[in-house]
């Protein structure tokens, strides 16, 4: 009787223990700001971020000018030492940042290799993501979200990554990102979503890529003025009569007016 008990538990403890893969990982990445499922490389790379974020009071000065630089190799034969890669720099920078923000594709990779988090902020409140998207560097951009960057993750002035590249004329990171599921409804802190800021900006074809990603032509902000309202207020006719076009409300704008 005792030895079928005993054989019952193990068949049955072995069942128990095995837990979804990545469960405890994805709550790790939702504390840290991350709430989409983590690919197994970012996991990888979670894991040995931990450490080096407690450890260090201040990170690589010396790094983050090699990759301000843009020194390649130099920024390779620093990464072979012991670095801190995930604390900003006394001066506030993080290398993952630098390097996105210069378009450095290749240093962004060498430092992902080497541990760098790609969702981590410098002291500025800027993340590799969020400066990649709002240069336009597309390619480092979705490199990061297939590394743990969040689509969504907003900057300390409460962008988004869509909302940058809208605002800076980015278009072919504006459908990238759309095509990676960013989402068209979040505001920025001015309450405005990305068609309107596109609109205010005067970026057509960021307004194009919007509309033929399913943007509603009416979208509007916290203030109720949908993006045909700034386009008829820049007098901006191309952009005006592309959003009508898509099914905006013309209400009594003259669009013949514009210029």
């Given at each position: 009787?005792?030895?079928?008990f005993?054989a019952s538990?193990v ?5 128990a223990?095995p837990?979804?893969p990545?469960t ?9 700001g991350v709430?989409?499922?983590a690919t197994?490389t970012?996991l990888a790379?979670l894991?040995r971020g931990?450490?080096?974020?407690q450890s ?7 790094l ?9 190799d130099?920024v390779r034969?620093?990464?072979g ?5 995930n604390v900003?720099d006394?001066?506030?920078?993080l ?5 996105a ?5 290749e ?13 981590l ?5 800027r ?6 998207s ?14 743990g ?7 300390d002035n409460?962008?988004t ?9 980015r278009?072919?990171?504006v459908?990238a990102l ?14 405005w979503?990305?068609?309107v800021i596109?609109t205010?900006?005067?970026h057509?074809?960021v ?5 033929e ?9 916290r203030?109720?003025?949908p993006a ?6 820049r007098r901006?006719?191309?952009i005006?009569t592309m959003l009508v076009?898509?099914g905006?409300n013309q ?9």
């Open positions: 009787m005792v030895s079928m005993y538990l068949l049955v403890i072995p069942q223990l837990r979804e990545g405890w990982d994805d709550g790790a990445f939702r504390k840290r709430s989409q499922p197994q970012a790379t894991r931990p450490a080096d974020v260090a009071r201040f990170g690589d000065a010396e983050s000018d090699l990759v301000a630089d843009r020194r390649l130099a034969k620093r990464l030492r012991a670095v801190v890669l900003p006394a001066d506030g920078r290398p993952l940042v630098l390097a923000e210069g378009g450095e594709f240093i962004v990779r060498a430092l992902v290799d080497a541990g760098a988090l790609a969702y902020k410098d002291r500025s409140g993340s590799p993501l969020s400066v990649a709002l240069r336009g560097h597309t390619r480092i951009a979705a490199y990061l979200l297939d590394h960057a969040h689509i969504d993750a907003r900057a409460g962008a990554p869509l909302l940058l590249a809208a605002g800076a004329g278009v072919d990171t459908r759309l095509d990676r599921g960013a989402d068209w409804r979040l505001r920025g802190r001015e309450g979503p990305a068609i596109a205010r900006a005067g057509g074809e307004v194009r890529a919007l509309l990603a399913g943007v509603p032509a009416d979208s509007a902000g203030d109720r003025f045909l309202y700034f386009a008829v207020l901006d006719r191309a005006a076009a898509a905006a209400g009594a704008y003259d669009l013949d007016g514009l210029e």
